[in-house]
Structure formats: C-alpha cells, structure tokens
C-alpha cells in the first residue's frame, strides 16, 4: 500500500500558473519591516525597512552574515511570517490582502525544511503536485522531471529516512518546484551539504532561472553569491545595505572584489546612521 496520503485530504490549490515572460518583476518589496518584542519591553527589527526586487530569469542573491535579516526577510516573503510594516508583491499577489496565491506562485526550501519519512521521494513529489492540482499521466511526467532535474532518480524508491542529508536536500528542492512555481525563494539551501552536492543544487537553480524562474537565494557565503548569483543584496542588522551586480557593487565601493565590497558595507553599516546614504550610487 502505497505511504502517501490521499489526495482528497490536501488542499486543491488550481492548476499551476503560467511562466512569466522573463524580466518581469516577480518579487516586489517596499520598506518592510519585522519587529519583536525583547524581554525588557523594548523592540528589535529583525528586517528593518527591507526594499528590494527580483525579476523573471533572474537569481537574486540576499547575502549577509548569521542574524543579519535574511531567513526573517524570506519567511515574511513566503508567508510564513507576518511582517510589522511595509509591503511586497509576489507573482504579481499583495502579500497581506492575498497570501493564498502567494503560496500557490512560490516554491520555498529552507536548510532546515524536512521530508515526510515514512514516503519515498517519488511519493513526496506525487503527494506535493497532487496538492497543487496536478493529476494523472501529467503529474507522472513532472514528477519523473523533477527526479531527473535534481539527480533523485536513482534513489526515488527509497524512503526518505533511509536517505543522507543531502539526498533529503536534493528531494526538498525538487518538492519546492514539483507545481512549477514562478517564484523560488531559496533560504541557504546548500547549508550543510558536501561540495559535490551543492554543486548539483547550484547548476539546478541556475537551470530554473534560465528557465525563466524569478529565484531569491540567501547564503552567507561570499563565493558562492558571486558565483552564482545575477544581483546581490547585502544585509546586516536587518538592513539592505546595498543591491547591485557583484560588479558594480565592487565599483560602488571602490572594491578589488566582492569580499572587500561586502566588509566595507559591513563596516560602513557601524558608522554611520544611515549607510544607504554613504552606499548610494553617485
């Protein structure tokens, strides 16, 4: 008897949206913010006046340090959250007034987002787009591109506890595109995973945005933003600091390369009240 669970149980969401025209903005973000409550009553902004896009085809990369905003920022993206102030667009959908098809539009992984255990990956993925409204011989053959697309195929049969890290990454990633999103948001997917494995998460995510695919990818690693990503917003301390090719921000701050441009909006972030003012194009 097959582990997944009856489809009539899942939410029927619709059929999946068509792929956008690639440039389109799919991701529009206008001052958002996230505040808590610390124990002594005051407040702490953990995305602070967040401002930023990402368009169709294109990986944009949010890049920062551990506490600078980032999986904050992707969370209230992805709805998980609620933000305190400001306003986006996903997929063309208001963020407040219609999470729903938000979710509906976007595909999200985490490093920490987890597989069922008890079901094999082609089971995840036929459960996943039976609740996005696929069906029948079209379903098969998504599932089956999928599997091929992120390199599952070889242990698709096998039950999700018996898989290693990252084969259980590689089965998150193919299960946060399986209804064919156009929006991808990404937080440090590759956390954890051996070099080789990221690498084949890395070539997948490029494949999707050449595609057409708006991807918003966080990572921590300098090398990897570079590498991989087509724009770079840096964070630090719930701020975007600056957003820009790895070229320009490298100009902007008058920079022999990203590492560099990443440290001086770093510091910059330290002394001055506002650093956007000092990183501002000229």
Not at 80 to 103: H, N, S, V
Not at 155 to 169: C, E, F, H, I, V
Not at 193 to 199: A, F, G, I, T
Request: with cysteine; charged share 25%.
């Amino acid at each position: 008897m097959s582990n997944v669970p009856a489809a009539a149980d899942a939410a029927q969401l619709g059929s999946p949206p068509p792929t956008p025209q690639p440039g389109n903005v799919m991701v529009d973000v206008r001052g958002l913010s996230k505040v808590y409550e610390d124990p002594n009553g005051g407040q702490i902004a953990a995305a602070d006046d967040v401002s930023l896009t990402c368009h169709a085809g294109e990986i944009f990369g949010l890049l920062g340090p551990n506490g600078a905003g980032k999986t904050t920022t992707l969370r209230c993206l992805a709805t998980i959250l609620t933000p305190t102030r400001g306003q986006a667009t996903i997929a063309g959908y208001d963020l407040l007034k219609q999470p729903e098809m938000i979710r509906r539009n976007i595909g999200f992984l985490s490093g920490t987002t987890g597989v069922y255990a008890r079901l094999t990956p082609r089971e995840t993925l036929r459960f996943f787009g039976a609740m996005y409204g696929w069906n029948g011989d079209r379903l098969e053959k998504r599932v089956d591109e999928v599997l091929h697309m992120f390199d599952v195929t070889s242990y698709a049969d096998r039950p999700n506890d018996r898989l290693s890290t990252g084969m259980k990454q590689r089965v998150g990633l193919a299960r946060a595109v399986v209804h064919d999103p156009p929006v991808l948001i990404l937080d440090e997917p590759t956390t954890g995973l051996d070099p080789v494995v990221s690498r084949t998460v890395e070539q997948a995510v490029r494949r999707l945005a050449d595609a057409g695919k708006c991807v918003v990818f966080s990572t921590h690693m300098l090398w990897q933003a570079e590498e991989i990503c087509d724009r770079v917003g840096i964070m630090a301390a719930g701020r975007v600091l600056g957003v820009g090719t790895a070229e320009e921000l490298r100009q902007r701050t008058s920079s022999k390369d990203l590492r560099e441009a990443f440290f001086k909006m770093i510091e910059a972030a330290h002394l001055t009240a506002d650093p956007r003012e000092v990183l501002a194009d000229e």
